[in-house]
């Protein structure tokens, strides 16, 4: 099969895909791949420069592997080589704005797989009696931020496995620099390369008919004669398709221009018509009288925005910030000249990808935003442009500085609360591409405020030892905060808890400064692990007054000389400080079968050295009458308001919950294979609960996430 089928199928009469409107070789290939036709490879890579048509080819041939697609396609008159079988659709993960890692969990919960670890899924799909087909397309729109080469990561920790798995028959459109290393990695036979820009695949018919198309759907232009006229529609489409190159792009771009500003333009001189994005942009704004250096300049701060678009508020201020001078007249003028390169973009209120927040909105408000609905953000057309500008300018990393700076001072008074939702989620990537990220990480209110999946892999992307000590907390607690889904006020509490565990109080102190209700103030935090046993109690009154003599009243002021709060921990024989576990008559128990215990202060830190014999538990009465309950999953605690039987907390942990305890004042200790953490239960206002997803099978995988879970 080669482009020399393209012919064949014209001299046969048959009708071309109405959506692709071509491509017959390349259709014959993949159909011949979809009924597993022998001696068509298990895999195809299909790549191409950006604007060969990739996306549009791959969506109209899932056209015709969907039921429902398939009835609305004239299948009867199309070359019968090129259509697909009958069979049941086949998955298609969309890796936009995603990880590698929600990727493969999309595709566990696609097939659901029982699979606990995101390693194991290929070895479930292997072990299905069905083989399974898989079609991801678009891997370069991978990915949350731009600048951490997401598409990179997807091939080679999840493409490369699902290629090598037997059982799985895959087609992936990847960027030309990724295709042959992931065609590489498989035996020979076993992967072809269908590269789109390839003379074996191309087809100079079917951009002609594209063309052709394109210029007959011109509804409110003048009736020229290369639009009314078939005989001269038909010749510009030939000397457009012939100076493109290829490139679908480019010349839609062309016909858009055209559109635009039809006065003027000769079809019979060449140079009038684009043979590459750049040349596209240029031409139009000298159509249009303008310099084509200011409709690059106008639109660079659209090619690099991150998430689905810049809004329009701070389109002026960021391109104010590259071009280094005022170029709001530009703007202002100038629509005409950028309305060709532009999509507007209608997202709900606060459009944050952290789930628009009341935050977000506040922030949309303040930056003049709208919050009453949708408001509208600004992005390119394709990311062929946004790429052609990028490799323009003299200095890119100098303009995403300039970028990050602008967007920073937009910021009202630093408060993040009060952000635009865009500045708030996708600072850190403007950050990441101009090397300033590090520098960034220092603040415990951005942390909490913003969108934890974007923050994540920004910060994922900068080597570990670049980064400081509250960066490394962050993306420990990463998985949490993305698992969790959970609103800003839930992130701020579980940031609160890693930083007092990593020896970090200031940075929790601070969290405590802003405007959160936060469900706990966290005590104390010590790196203990074996613990397998906690228990909130008190030592007999007659060792309070010497123990408060000696370490001061508590922190919040509470009064001990009553009795001196203390946390017993069950640990293994041979802790240091620890003394073996009394029996119920007072004897310690000498064999040490049942462990060791060792005293803790419960409101402050500190080990205590007394006779846990002398150790006192709450009454059960005393805890029937207690504020506040809990209930414990084996890596989940939600504390519940008693007479409300309302969820007051929910505490979620990267490592198996080993014991848990809570004083009848609120006080709850909790011992993880991390350590043993001491929080006060707040007397606030109950806070929105994160969902907690289902409990996995198979044994717990306590390790720190490579990625982002999404509701894993």
Request: with cysteine; aromatic share 4%; proline share 10%.
């Amino acid at each position: 099969m080669s482009a020399s089928d393209e012919g064949f199928a014209a001299a046969a009469g048959y009708a071309p895909h109405p959506y692709i409107g071509g491509r017959t070789a390349v259709l014959r290939a993949l159909a011949a791949w979809r009924m597993r036709w022998p001696g068509a490879p298990r895999v195809i890579v299909l790549t191409g420069s950006p604007g060969s048509g990739r996306s549009r080819l791959l969506t109209g041939f899932l056209m015709m592997c969907d039921p429902e697609g398939r009835r609305q396609l004239p299948l009867d008159h199309m070359d019968p080589a090129t259509v697909p079988p009958d069979l049941p659709a086949p998955a298609v993960p969309d890796p936009q704005g995603r990880t590698a890692a929600q990727l493969l969990w999309l595709l566990a919960d696609h097939f659901q797989l029982k699979a606990a670890r995101g390693e194991d899924i290929c070895t479930e799909l292997a072990a299905r009696e069905e083989p399974v087909t898989i079609v991801v397309p678009d891997v370069d729109r991978a990915g949350p931020v731009r600048a951490a080469d997401e598409p990179a990561r997807l091939v080679r920790e999840v493409l490369m496995p699902l290629a090598a798995t037997d059982g799985v028959q895959l087609l992936a459109d990847v960027p030309r620099a990724l295709a042959a290393e992931l065609a590489g990695a498989l035996p020979s036979g076993q992967a072809r390369i269908i590269d789109l820009d390839d003379p074996e695949w191309a087809d100079p018919d079917g951009l002609v008919r594209h063309a052709e198309t394109a210029l007959s759907l011109g509804a409110g232009v003048p009736e020229l004669p290369f639009v009314t006229d078939p005989a001269a529609r038909r010749a510009l489409a030939e000397a457009m398709a012939q100076r493109a190159g290829g490139s679908r792009l480019t010349l839609q771009l062309a016909v858009q221009s055209l559109f635009m500003r039809p006065e003027g333009f000769d079809p019979a001189d060449p140079s009038m018509l684009p043979g590459s994005v750049g040349e596209a942009l240029d031409l139009h704004a000298r159509r249009l009288g303008a310099d084509p250096q200011t409709l690059r300049l106008m639109l660079a701060p659209l090619a690099f925005a991150e998430g689905e678009g810049l809004p329009v508020q701070l389109w002026g201020p960021l391109a104010d910030a590259v071009a280094g001078r005022d170029m709001s007249r530009d703007l202002a003028d100038g629509m005409l000249l950028a309305a060709p390169f532009l999509e507007p973009v209608a997202t709900a209120e606060g459009d944050g990808a952290s789930g628009g927040e009341p935050d977000g909105a506040k922030g949309a408000e303040e930056a003049g935003g709208a919050v009453d609905g949708a408001r509208t953000l600004l992005r390119l057309t394709h990311p062929g442009i946004a790429e052609e500008i990028r490799a323009g300018l003299p200095d890119a990393r100098d303009a995403q500085t300039r970028i990050a700076m602008a967007l920073l001072e937009a910021v009202p008074q630093q408060d993040w609360s009060r952000a635009d939702p865009y500045i708030r989620d996708h600072l850190a990537a403007h950050t990441l591409d101009a090397g300033l990220l590090p520098q960034l990480l220092t603040d415990p209110a951005l942390f909490a405020h913003a969108d934890p999946v974007a923050m994540r892999a920004a910060i994922e992307a900068v080597p570990l030892e670049r980064l400081g000590a509250p960066a490394r907390t962050y993306l420990r607690t990463a998985p949490l905060l993305t698992r969790s889904r959970a609103p800003a006020a839930v992130r701020a509490a579980f940031l609160e808890s890693a930083f007092v565990e990593d020896g970090l109080d200031p940075y929790a102190q601070a969290l405590h400064g802003l405007d959160f209700a936060l469900p706990w103030r966290t005590l104390w935090s010590v790196p203990l692990t074996g613990v397998r046993e906690v228990t909130a109690g008190t030592l007999p009154p007659e060792d309070a007054e010497a123990a408060e003599t000696t370490a001061g009243p508590a922190p919040d002021g509470t009064n001990t000389a009553a009795s001196h709060p203390v946390a017993a921990l069950l640990v293994p024989r041979g802790t240091p400080g620890s003394h073996p576990v009394p029996d119920p008559d007072g004897a310690a128990d000498e064999d040490g079968a049942a462990g060791a215990l060792l005293v803790h202060e419960l409101l402050r830190p500190g080990y205590v050295d007394a006779d846990p014999a002398r150790l006192r538990r709450p009454s059960e009465a005393a805890r029937a009458a207690a504020p506040f309950g809990f209930s414990r999953g084996a890596d989940y605690l939600r504390i519940w308001a008693r007479a409300s039987r309302e969820v007051v907390a929910t505490l979620l942990s990267d490592t198996p919950i080993t014991g848990a305890d809570l004083s009848p004042d609120g006080v709850l200790v909790v011992a993880t294979g991390r350590g043993v953490t001491a929080r006060r239960i707040l007397a606030a206002p109950p806070v929105a609960a994160p969902t907690v997803p289902a409990q996995r099978t198979g044994s717990p995988d306590s390790a720190s996430s490579d990625g982002l879970e999404g509701d894993h």
